[in-house]
């Protein structure tokens, strides 16, 4: 416990942004449905919001070093209030592209400052513990915020109000903490290629975590209807991977602190690749579809937290900012290229191409961890 009460306040604004923020994603395309917006209009928005992100990935560094973490992070907040306010207001399919831009852009700052910070105070002895602590509250808050939904009339301007709000209530803990903020980045330019060379199995990690992610998110509820699961049983589905998630990422990452994050990285990749294989090539219904989900959260979801804390095992107190924005960069790129993908292969192959395609991703970083074991044995 007393490793996490320097994060405490840190934690509890991530609570409270990210549930209001999952709030709002859910609001935003059935509010979208009912105004009478088209489902090109209503998949436009939504990628605006990743498009949104790439572009905070890139000019975060710079914000941060100008004004510090807090301050950056009490700005992205007060403009993430703005993007919201908006959509009630100003029903218009450009107005909310553009708001979900913005929000998509402060995000991706609040999420690099979070990061920096948990990373920039923990050491290699107890990053991967840490950083999964931050994503089971992550999760949490995310599921939280989803549910929050069901007790609001979606035609009101309550979701809206309540997500806002539930930012703004982010900004207060982190904004009264007495904890030192992390050391401010030297450089602001985002350089994959420096990246690469720091850690190019992280880069690689970041990258299939994205692309899987993005492409399950998206279509795992397409699946189970396509493999004939009633539409009011498809949530068991994608529930029990956000349980699988959330209860993965804490002993993987704390496991990952004792034992060569590369080793633990190939053995989950291994696992997970084996049960979306299962997924690929039979039609589970009840409660083995519910298993297999919880298994592929288990074991696939806790990559991002595994390459985040690799990279920055490698990285200096000064780079903290760079590594999470450049790690969530590479993510975004890819979880905005494979979802169409993995859609249109779904269309050609069937409902299984999803989880085939993750599981080739999954296996072939398995088999990258293990040459970079090979390649350097005694490097973290």
Known sequence: MSALTPFIALLISVFALISGNALISVAVPIRANLDGFGALTIGLIGSAYFVGMLGGTLKTPAIVRRVGHIRAFAAFVALAIVAVDILPIWENPAAWFASRALLGFVLAGIYAVI??????????????????????????????????????????FAPFLVGASLMALGIVPLSMTSADAPELPRTVKLRISWLLTLSPISVAAALVAGATNGAAIALA????????????????????????????????????????????????????????????????????????????????????????????????PYDMVLVSAGLLFVYCVAAVITPPLASLAMRTFGAGALFAQNAVFHAGLAIFAIWGLIAAPKSR
């Open 115 to 156: 990061e920096s910070w948990i990373n920039g105070k923990a050491h290699n002895r107890n990053r991967g513990g840490l950083y999964g602590v931050y994503q089971i509250v992550n999760f949490a808050a995310s599921a939280l915020g989803q549910l929050m939904f069901r007790g609001f009339d979606a035609h009101s």
């Open 221 to 316: 509820p397409i699946y189970a209807l396509q493999i004939g699961v009633e539409p009011s049983a498809v949530p068991l589905f994608t529930a029990a991977i956000v349980i699988g998630s959330a209860l993965g990422v804490y002993p993987v990452g704390r496991l990952s602190d004792r034992i060569d994050r590369r080793v633990i990285m190939a053995f989950v990749m291994t696992a997970g690749a084996l049960v979306e294989i299962a997924l690929a090539t039979s039609s589970p219904q009840g409660l083995w579809l519910a298993a297999a989900g919880f298994f592929v959260g288990l074991t696939t979801y806790t990559l991002y937290t595994l390459s985040v804390s690799l990279a920055n095992d490698r990285a200096s």
